[in-house]
C-alpha cells in the first residue's frame, strides 16, 4: 500500500502535471501552427512562387527521389512556431519577469571574480577576494 500512496504523490506533484498541461497545449498549439501555415501562409507564398503545395516539390538524381517539398513546408512551420513562443510567451514573460520580480537581496556579485555570494560576505569564497563593505 506504501508504493501506491508513494506513485499518488508523484503523480499529484505540481511540475509533473504542470508538465502535462504543457505537452497537451504544445501539441494543441502545433497543430493550430500547423493549420496556419497551410492555410494561409503557403497561400500568400505561393502568390509569389506560383505553387500552393510545396509538398509536391521533388527533384530526382541517379534514381534517387529527394523531396524537399515536405522540408519547406516543415522549416515554414518551425519558423513559424518558434516566432509565435518568441513573441507570445518569451518577450512577455521578460518584460513580467523585468516589472514583478523582484531583485534577490540576499545575494552579491563579487567584484572580482563575478560569482554570486552571500550579501554578509567580507571574503569571496571561490576567488578569496577581501570585499569593501
Known sequence: MKT?????AFLMQGNLVAMAVAFVIGTVFA??????VADLI???IALI???????NLSFTINSSHFAY?????????????A?????????????FKQRFVAEDTSVKA??????????AAR???????????
Open 4 to 8: 501506491l500512496s508513494e506513485f499518488k
Open 31 to 36: 497543430e493550430l501552427v500547423k493549420a496556419l
Open 42 to 44: 503557403t497561400p500568400i
Open 49 to 55: 512562387f506560383g505553387d500552393p503545395n510545396f509538398g
Open 69 to 81: 517539398g515536405d522540408f519547406i513546408n516543415a522549416a515554414i512551420t518551425f519558423l513559424s512556431v
Open 83 to 95: 516566432a509565435a513562443v518568441f513573441f507570445f510567451v518569451v518577450k512577455p514573460y521578460e518584460g
Open 110 to 119: 563579487c567584484p572580482e571574480c563575478t560569482s554570486t555570494i552571500p550579501a
Open 123 to 133: 571574503r569571496c569564497p571561490q576567488c578569496t577576494a577581501v570585499l569593501a563593505d
